[in-house]
Structures are given as structure tokens and as C-alpha cells.
């Protein structure tokens, strides 16, 4: 059974949108507590060590870090959502800000995918999906862009049905962007990999 996390952090949340189900968990990473107050949603813990939303705040179920540390606000947090037993994690403002703290969040889904979790990053515009050794279908906009790369290393096995270009039992290397640029065409798309991770990006 999935057990769904949503972590907000401090990135861009223009497009940060949506309601707290039954059973579902809410993490604020730093700065991410202040869009959680505006969408009137309570966060069931908050971490970080605060630099982004510039004051520690006072409450049960705070975890205060230091500023220098070897893992970011939202790996720390991914990190406690998997120790949770949560296997299911959206993240929102994860992008936007720096792009140092953008590669270091697909890192951090990364390591996610690698633990059997099923985990995704939306922002205004796209949707980011890290699997590993696993398949995902999606529906997109008739027309919307997708792109598929190969992460953390070589992607082997990698098959790509229901978009307007088809590939089967392909290798993508992180030195080629080879399946960049796919589109919807009214179908639902699915892609697999057999051995390795894939990064793959949705436009909205």
C-alpha cells in the first residue's frame, strides 16, 4: 500500500497546489513553511536549518540543523520520509531558486528511486520523475513535451511506447541526449528501464 509524502521546500512554489489527503503526510524544508501558511495547510513536521525562511520557528515537531552540513534541507527530508515508511513523495518548490539546489533535488529523488520509492518534483511548468529499474506511465497534454535522460549512469534496457518517437531496448548514456524532445500524441506513454535510472521531464 502507498503512503503518500508531500515536502515543500523553499524554491520557487508558483505553482505549489494542492490539498492534504486522509493518511497523508506534509514536511516543510525550511523556507517551504511559508507557502504552507499561505495554502492554510498545517505541516506534520518541520527541518531545516532556516537561512531560506530566516527565523527558526517555535512548535512541536521542529528539527533544527545547522548551516553547515553535508546534506541539504531536502535531503533531510526525503531522508525522514523513507524512514517514515513513506514510499510515495511529491515535492514542490524543489526548483526555481539555484540551480545548484535543482541538480542537488534530482540527486536527492535519485537516491529515493534507489530505496523503491515512487517519488516526483512539480513545478509551475513541468513534472520530474527519477525510476530505477522500473517502469512509469504517464498522460500528458496532446503536443506537451518529454524528455527522457539517463541518470547517475548508463540506462540499459530502456524502452519508450505511446509517444509520437518509440524506442526499444536502448542504452541512454549521461554523455548523449538522446531522448530528448519526445511529445505526447494522445496516448498514455510508458517507459521502462531495465537496469539503471531515468530522469524524466513532462512539460505541463
Not at 511559508?34 to 525562511?53: C, H, R, V, Y
Request: glycine share 12%; aromatic share 8%.
Amino acid at each position: 500500500m502507498n503512503k503518500k509524502c508531500y515536502i515543500v521546500g523553499a524554491g520557487d512554489n508558483s505553482g505549489t497546489n494542492f490539498s492534504k489527503g486522509k493518511d497523508e503526510y506534509v514536511i516543510a524544508a525550511d523556507g517551504g513553511l511559508a507557502t504552507l501558511e499561505k495554502l492554510g495547510i498545517q505541516p506534520d513536521f518541520i527541518l531545516g536549518d532556516f537561512d531560506s525562511l530566516g527565523y527558526v520557528p517555535d512548535g512541536k515537531n521542529i528539527e533544527v540543523h545547522k548551516v553547515e552540513k553535508d546534506d541539504t534541507d531536502m535531503m533531510l527530508s526525503v531522508e525522514r520520509a523513507v524512514e517514515s515508511g513513506y514510499n510515495e513523495i511529491e515535492i514542490f518548490g524543489g526548483t526555481g531558486g539555484r540551480i545548484d539546489h535543482t541538480v542537488a533535488n534530482f540527486q536527492t529523488m535519485l537516491w529515493a528511486s534507489k530505496q523503491n520509492v515512487k517519488i516526483k518534483m512539480t513545478d509551475k511548468n513541468h513534472v520530474y520523475f527519477m525510476i530505477t529499474n522500473d517502469t512509469l506511465e504517464i498522460k500528458g497534454k496532446d503536443g506537451a513535451d518529454l524528455s527522457v535522460f539517463a541518470f547517475g549512469g548508463d540506462a540499459k534496457g530502456v524502452t519508450i511506447k505511446g509517444g509520437k518517437y518509440q524506442a526499444e531496448n536502448v542504452t541512454l548514456t549521461m554523455d548523449n541526449p538522446t531522448a530528448v524532445s519526445n511529445s505526447f500524441i494522445g496516448e498514455k506513454v510508458r517507459i521502462s528501464v531495465e537496469s539503471g535510472s531515468l530522469l524524466v521531464i513532462v512539460a505541463k
